[in-house]
């Protein structure tokens, strides 16, 4: 646990999609998310070392885009979380078509729901994007400013 800075996250998100939330969540709700689809002693362990957190959500027509930050205690713990976010979504999604390398991951459903899962030293950034089509949603990744690793 402690604070730590997070700043503004989805600063490339266009003033034009209006911001519905804006909270942190912590660890305790992470662990229960990766509960969903995993065991309890993977998801245990890899919400251990979080530091913080930031989620918003934003909304344009019928489309939602939420932006999800984690800070961890050191890139170990980082790298452990993301690693089971990845496996989460694979198994919340089955079907859904995988792109991966070591720092990101790029989940596409048949149901116009995009994700992302990029690794960044201590932190972790998860993007949600549903009804945003393929351009769209890696235009407005490519414009956060959340460090090289976040383009698609």
Sequence with gaps: GGKADITELAVG???SWEKYYDARVGEFFIFL?????????SAER?????KNDRIQIYGK????LIVFVT????????????????????ARFPRGSVRQDK??????TAG?????CALDNDMVLIVWGKGVDAGEFASLINKMKTGPQTKI
Aim: glycine share 2%.
């Design 33 to 41: 998310s990766l509960r969903q689809f995993l065991d309890r002693a």
């Design 71 to 90: 800070k961890w205690d050191n890139p170990k713990e980082s790298s452990e979380f993301s690693e089971a976010y990845v496996r989460w979504m694979k």
């Design 61 to 64: 027509d019928n489309r939602r």
């Design 112 to 116: 116009k729901e995009k994700f992302l």
């Design 103 to 108: 720092e990101r991951m790029f989940l596409k």
């Design 46 to 50: 890899s919400a251990t070392g979080w």
């Design 13 to 15: 998100v266009p003033v």
